[in-house]
């Protein structure tokens, strides 16, 4: 079974630039969640999107923001990037929110 | 802010018991602890959790004190492969947000 996957891996970004990073939830999953993970800290809530619903939103500015799609994937939009956007972002999904969650690896992002 | 307290790093020879200690006294009575593991590069992997009993899945044993103020993970047989960052989180599961709050964990090295 394939398990949550995002896209891309890896990106490098301009500051004042724009990025989209993408997450499919494992198959029949309609809870997703965003982490952000800077290098040595723990992950750091984002958001949680259930049923295209957001149900949670975490300490960041309004220049993150995120969606879910009817096929329960779901993009996390951040604008006007600055160079403390770099992080490990994660994203996680669930069929409820309500139990374990399962990750995914995470797409790196480097902003210069 | 994250609820729990745990040791910054901890090491274990190969093919000993792991035990990983998680102070959380300010745990409410709806709240269930809940452990996760980081390896190197990767998103945070489910292990184990629980309200007030002991639980054992095949990865682990998940010890909570009777006043539930406190919390041991059990690895029985640890193996190289269990070098990782260790994280004891509590939260409910009853509706709203069901964000995980990671403090900065525990660095299990598992050493030959």
């Known amino acids: 079974d394939a398990g949550v996957t995002q896209s891309p891996t890896h990106l490098i970004k301009t500051r004042g630039q724009h990025v989209t990073l993408r997450c499919s939830p494992i198959?029949?999953?309609?809870?997703v969640s965003w982490y952000q993970q800077v290098l040595g800290q723990g992950p750091q809530f984002i958001f949680q999107?259930?049923?295209?619903?957001?149900?949670g939103r975490g300490n960041f500015p309004d220049r993150f923001s995120a969606r879910q799609f009817p096929n329960y994937s779901s993009e996390l939009n951040v604008n006007a990037l600055l160079l403390g956007d770099s992080a490990l972002y994660l994203c996680?999904?669930?069929?409820?929110?309500?139990?374990?969650?399962?990750f995914g690896s995470g797409t790196r992002l480097t902003v210069v | 802010d994250a609820k729990t307290t745990q040791p910054t790093s901890m090491d274990c020879a190969e093919g000993r018991a792991a035990n990983l200690p998680c102070n959380h006294s300010?745990?409410?009575?709806?709240?269930?602890v809940y452990w996760y593991r980081q390896i190197h590069s990767q998103g945070p992997q489910y292990i184990i959790h629980?309200?007030?009993n002991n639980e054992t899945n095949e990865m682990a044993s998940l010890i909570i004190t009777e006043d539930r103020k406190s919390s041991t993970l059990i690895l029985p047989h640890a193996t190289l492969r269990d070098t990782a960052v260790y994280y004891c989180?509590?939260?409910?599961?009853?509706?709203?947000?069901?964000?995980?709050?990671f403090g900065k964990g525990t660095k299990l090295t598992v050493n030959p």
């Open positions: 996680a999904s669930s069929l409820t929110g309500a139990v374990g969650y399962t």
């Open positions: 198959s029949g999953h309609k809870s």
């Open positions: 999107y259930y049923e295209k619903e957001e149900r």
């Open positions: 300010t745990i409410s009575g709806n709240e269930y």
């Open positions: 629980g309200l007030k």
């Open positions: 989180i509590v939260r409910g599961n009853q509706g709203g947000s069901e964000k995980l709050v």
